[in-house]
């Protein structure tokens, strides 16, 4: 199933990674193994942000995209159930809002 990680990144942890030469190479390692299908960095709420695009199998998967998050820069992450234009083409809104007059 698609989700839309949101890692959070505390500026404190964060920044001190940056300076020691070693934000990249995390974010870097941990893109490889997570091997999303799209990954966009900005801010939200003020804070540097992480959205990763990911497909995830199983709940016991959770832990394989978060801990890196967590472990490395004490992130915030969420996890968004998403669909893309073909899954909510499939979804049969029509019907269920029939259902539901």
């Keep these: 199933m698609r989700f839309i990680l949101h890692a959070s990144l505390p500026a404190e942890k964060f920044n001190r990674s940056l300076i020691e030469g070693r934000a990249g190479q995390i974010i ?37 995209y978060a801990e890196p998050w967590f472990l490395n820069f004490d992130a915030t992450v969420e996890f968004l159930p998403a669909m893309n234009s073909d899954d909510l083409q499939k979804a049969g809104l029509e019907e269920i809002a029939k259902k539901w007059r």
């Design 28 to 64: 870097r390692r941990i893109l490889e193994e997570t091997k999303p299908e799209a990954a966009y960095f900005c801010t939200k709420d003020g804070k540097r942000s992480s959205f990763l695009i990911i497909n995830m199998e199983k709940a016991c998967d959770i832990p394989k």
